[in-house]
């Protein structure tokens, strides 16, 4: 089991920066591929990043790519999403998962921090 909480959401003016924190329960955690998930009001959740367990393998939605940075540290238990030039359009509630790959699916979800972009 794992337990997931996000945080460092807030207001930022449009091409300002962010960095979300993700802080993981369970002594599992470096074992599994973290993702960031989003979803803004009135539309369908997206993936936004991903890392593999050893950070070894990330992934990017195209329109993240570049603006957005995904990292672990394993010792902390921790995954990042550093997002940098943010844009109104960016506006949503960001959220973490847990799973064993990225291909399979995630298990676990965080609430979810929100973010929002004002122009």
């Known amino acids: 089991q794992v337990q997931l909480v996000e945080s460092g959401g807030g207001l930022v003016q449009a091409g300002g920066s962010l960095r979300l924190s993700c802080a993981a329960s369970?002594?599992?955690?470096?074992?599994?591929?973290m993702g960031w998930f989003r979803q803004a009001p009135g539309k369908e959740r997206e993936f936004v990043a991903a890392?593999?367990?050893?950070?070894?393998?990330?992934f990017y939605a195209d329109s993240m790519k570049g603006r957005f940075t995904i990292s672990r540290d394993n010792a902390k238990n921790t995954v990042y999403l550093q997002m940098n030039s943010l844009k109104p359009e960016d506006t949503a509630v960001y959220s973490c998962?847990?799973?064993?790959?990225?291909?399979?699916?995630?298990?676990?979800w965080g609430q979810g921090t929100q973010v929002t972009v004002s122009s």
């Open positions: 890392i593999t367990w050893s950070g070894g393998r990330i």
């Open positions: 369970g002594r599992t955690f470096s074992s599994y591929t």
């Open positions: 998962a847990a799973g064993r790959s990225h291909y399979t699916g995630y298990d676990y």
